[in-house]
C-alpha cells in the first residue's frame, strides 16, 4: 500500500522537554489508525505536527511527500480537533458554509448539515451550542472539504450515546470508502472497534504498534471477575498466587492475572466466600495498561 504520512525520527521539544521523542512512523493509505497514550503522552502534539500547526525541532513529517504546510496538501486535510474554535455571531449554517468555501471540492451544505446532526440548530448562533453540540459542527468541518486524509483528536468527548453512534457510522463509512484515518481517544474499546492499527505512545516515543489482535497478545494476563460474600476479605485476595492486581467496585472484584487457572484453583480451595464467576481474555485496555507500565 501507497505510504501517505512518513514521519521520520521526529522531536519536538518545548523548553527543552521533549514531548515527542525520536518518533518514527509510515501510514498507508486508506488505513484506520488508533493514536493511543495517556494523558501528556504526546498525541496531540504528533497529530499537530502532521497538520503542520507546530514544526519539529528535528525531524521531518511528510504527507503525499508534501510538507503539510502546502495549499495542496492542506486541501486534502481534514482534522477534527480538541477545541473548536466558532466564528463569533455565525450561525451554524454559515460557519459550514464558511468553511466549504475554504476547499477546491466541498461536500453539499445540506449533507454536512445531516452529518453534523444540527438540523434544528441551523439558524442558531454556533456560539450557542453546548458542548458536545460544538463537537459535532466541528466534525461537519472537518469534512467540509471531502478529505481524503481526516484526523480525529478526541472526537467522542462530550458527545452523548445517540452522537457516538452517528458518529462512527459517518467514520465507518468513510474508511470503507478508501479515506485514511487517524484518530487519538482515551476510550479503547472505540479504538478496537474501528481501528485496523494501533499506535501506542508513551512519554513521547512509540512503544507498540499493531493491530488490535497484535496489541492484546502482548499480554497474557487475563482478569476474573465475580462478586464477593459478606465473608470475604481483602487479605484473602492478596494472599493468592499469581495475582497482578485487585480492584473492588463495591461487592464487584476483579482480578488481574497470569495464570487464572492457579488464581480460581487456590480461591476454591480456601473457599473463599465468592459467587458469579467469570474469566476474561485480557482486552485492549489490559494490554493498554501492561505496555505503559513497561
Ligand atoms: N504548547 C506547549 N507548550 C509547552 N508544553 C507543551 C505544549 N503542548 C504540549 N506540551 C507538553 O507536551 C507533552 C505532550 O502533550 P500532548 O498534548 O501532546 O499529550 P497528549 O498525549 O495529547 O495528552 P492528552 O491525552 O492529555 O490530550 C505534555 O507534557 C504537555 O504538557
Redesign the pocket.
Known amino acids: 500500500m501507497k505510504p501517505i504520512i512518513q514521519i521520520d525520527q521526529v522531536t ?1 521539544e ?2 527543552g ?1 521533549a ?2 521523542d525520536n518518533l518514527s512512523l509510515t501510514i498507508e493509505e486508506g488505513s484506520v489508525v488508533a ?1 493511543l ?12 505536527m502532521m497538520l503542520g500547526l ?1 514544526l519539529p525541532t528535528k525531524g521531518s513529517v511528510r504527507i503525499w511527500e508534501g510538507n503539510p504546510q502546502d495549499r495542496a496538501v492542506r486541501n486534502r486535510l481534514g482534522a477534527m480537533l ?1 477545541e473548536v474554535n466558532v466564528i463569533d455571531g455565525l450561525t451554524v449554517l454559515e460557519t459550514i458554509d464558511l468553511f466549504r468555501h475554504y476547499y477546491s471540492r466541498s461536500l453539499p451544505l445540506d449533507h454536512l448539515l445531516h452529518i453534523s446532526g444540527l438540523g434544528a440548530e441551523k439558524n442558531k448562533r454556533a456560539s450557542s451550542l453546548s458542548g458536545g453540540q460544538k463537537r459535532r459542527l466541528g466534525f461537519a468541518l472537518a469534512l467540509a472539504g471531502d478529505p481524503d486524509l481526516l484526523f480525529l ?2 472526537p467522542t468527548v462530550g458527545m452523548d450515546i445517540t452522537a457516538r453512534q452517528q458518529f462512527w457510522e459517518t467514520v465507518r463509512g468513510m474508511a470503507a470508502n478508501g479515506r485514511t484515518i487517524i484518530l ?1 481517544t ?1 476510550y479503547l474499546e472505540e479504538a478496537d472497534s474501528i481501528a485496523d492499527r494501533i499506535v501506542v ?1 508513551n512519554k ?1 516515543k512509540l512503544i507498540a504498534d499493531g493491530t488490535s489482535a497484535e496489541i492484546k497478545a502482548s499480554t497474557n494476563r487475563k482478569t476474573i471477575l465475580f462478586t464477593a460474600g459478606a465473608h470475604l476479605t481483602e487479605d484473602q485476595l492478596a494472599s493468592l498466587p499469581c495475582v497482578n492486581d485487585v480492584t473492588w467496585s463495591g461487592r464487584k472484584v476483579k482480578i488481574t492475572s497470569t495464570d487464572t487457572d492457579q488464581v480460581i484453583f487456590a480461591m476454591v480451595q480456601r473457599q473463599l466466600d465468592i459467587k458469579d464467576i467469570e474469566i476474561h481474555a485480557g482486552g485492549l485496555e489490559d494490554a493498554f495498561q501492561f505496555l505503559v507500565q513497561q
Open positions: 519536538k518545548f523548553k522537554r514531548a515527542v493514536l497514550g495517556s494523558n501528556g503522552a504526546g498525541k496531540t502534539t504528533t497529530v499537530s507546530l480538541q483528536d478526541e487519538t482515551h505512545i513521547g
